[in-house]
Structure formats: structure tokens, C-alpha cells
């Protein structure tokens, strides 16, 4: 069975700081791969996603990820965070194997400082 | 575009009734719909996939008696809750996809909070 992981779940930056959010998944077959935001007290919505081709995605709003197969991983960056970044992400997956579903990761609540 | 609603956004109901959440997609016609939970401090959890005019698929562990869906038109589905108790308390959130497959992008709901008292 597929799972996602986020290893942080909550972070604190002043505006400025660079962005890193952390994302594993486990699974031996082909991924899909996904990060979504929830700003507060609104509905998720895509930031950006991989299915092939070149493993740097980049998104919205400045946002990118880099999907590492050999290391399950698909990490958010974002070079300089906004005060209007803050907002919880939700990295998830999904796969063939599992007719699409999407499974998601715990999320990650960022705060982000003025 | 692709905007999808929920109603309501908050209920509260008493032990032992039943509730009706709708989830509706505004500007497109959304041939699958997904219902997910989502538990204090964790993850979206799928309940259930339903297509327009078909039986919903529920995921392993999820009672099909408890929590009926019906996705009568390419707009609608509702979730109910029926005889809700205290632990069915949750955020619950839908998402609506014009097609399936790998290219799903799902469009999420803004989540309905159910309280059973």
C-alpha cells in the first residue's frame, strides 16, 4: 500500500527565509505526485504536480518541487516566503496500481513571520 | 473556474440523526466525486469514490450503510450520516474531477464540519 509522509509539521519563518518542505512516499511502482495548500479558512488547491519528464516542477506562486525517485522523495521549495505563504500543504500521491486514488500526506502548517 | 461548493459549511446534530452534506461543482460537470475525512491534526483520508449515475466505491473500512452517497447528477453528490454518533464528529471535505484517470485534478470543497453532540 501507497503512504505519504511529511516530516515537519510545523514550521516558523520570517519573510525572506528560504522554504523547504520535506515529502516521502513509499511505493515500488510508478507515482504520480502532488502538493496542495489550504490557506486559512479556504478549500485545498493544486500548487503543483509531477507526472514525467523533468524532475524540477514548478508551480505556482513560486513554488517548486524536485522528485528524487532513488530517494522516494518530492520536496517543496521556495526560495523567499511571504507572509501570504502561510497556509498548511498537503503533499500526496497517487498511482495506477490504485486506480488513481489520491493519498495524502499529514501536512505541513507554515507560519510565516512579517 | 472549477469552483465546488459544500453545504453546509458547519452542523451541529444530536446523537442518533441523520445529516445531509452536498457537494456541488459551480462551472463544470464533474464526472467523479470524492468524499474524504479529515481528523484533527491529520491527513485527508478517502471514504469513497463516486462516478454520476453509479454506485459509490467505499475504501476499506468504511461503513456503505453509515455513510450513504449519491451522485445523482454531473453537480451533485451528498454525503449522509446516518444515525451520526459522537465519533462521526469530523471535517468532512469533497472533491469533483471531470475525468478519471492519472489527469484527475481534483477540485476541493471548502469542508463541512459535523459536530454530533
Known amino acids: 500500500a501507497q503512504s505519504v509522509s511529511q516530516h515537519n509539521h510545523h514550521v516558523i519563518l520570517s519573510e525572506a527565509a528560504s522554504l523547504e518542505l520535506g515529502c516521502n512516499y513509499s511505493?515500488?511502482?510508478?507515482?504520480?505526485l502532488f502538493w496542495y495548500v489550504q490557506y486559512p479558512g479556504q478549500h485545498l488547491q493544486l500548487l503543483l504536480k509531477?507526472?514525467?519528464?523533468?524532475?524540477l516542477v514548478k508551480g505556482i506562486k513560486g513554488f517548486e518541487a524536485e522528485f528524487i525517485k532513488s530517494k522516494f522523495s518530492f520536496n517543496l521549495r521556495k526560495p523567499s516566503v511571504q507572509w501570504s505563504d502561510t497556509a498548511e500543504y498537503f503533499c500526496?500521491?497517487?498511482?495506477?496500481?490504485?486506480?488513481?486514488?489520491?493519498?495524502f500526506g499529514s501536512g505541513t502548517r507554515l507560519l510565516v513571520r512579517p | 473556474g472549477a469552483v465546488v461548493s459544500q453545504h453546509p459549511s458547519r452542523v451541529i446534530c444530536k446523537s442518533g440523526t441523520s445529516v445531509k452534506i452536498e457537494c456541488r461543482s459551480l462551472?463544470?460537470?464533474?464526472?467523479?466525486m470524492f468524499w474524504y475525512r479529515q481528523f484533527p491534526k491529520k491527513s485527508l483520508m478517502l471514504m469513497a469514490t463516486?462516478?454520476?449515475?453509479?454506485?459509490?466505491?467505499?475504501e476499506q473500512g468504511v461503513e456503505k450503510d453509515k455513510f450513504l452517497i449519491n451522485h445523482a447528477s454531473l453537480t451533485l453528490s451528498t454525503l449522509t450520516v446516518t444515525s451520526a454518533h459522537p465519533e462521526d464528529s469530523s471535517f468532512y471535505i469533497c472533491?469533483?474531477?471531470?475525468?478519471?484517470?492519472?489527469?484527475?485534478?481534483?477540485?476541493f470543497g471548502p469542508g463541512t464540519r459535523l459536530t454530533v453532540l
Open positions: 463516486s462516478n454520476e449515475g453509479s454506485k459509490a466505491t467505499y
Open positions: 509531477y507526472f514525467s519528464g523533468d524532475p
Open positions: 500526496a500521491v497517487n498511482a495506477k496500481d490504485s486506480s488513481y486514488k489520491l493519498i
Open positions: 511505493y515500488g511502482g510508478t507515482v504520480n
Open positions: 472533491s469533483a474531477s471531470h475525468r478519471a484517470g492519472a489527469y484527475n485534478e481534483q477540485f
Open positions: 462551472d463544470f460537470q464533474a464526472t467523479t
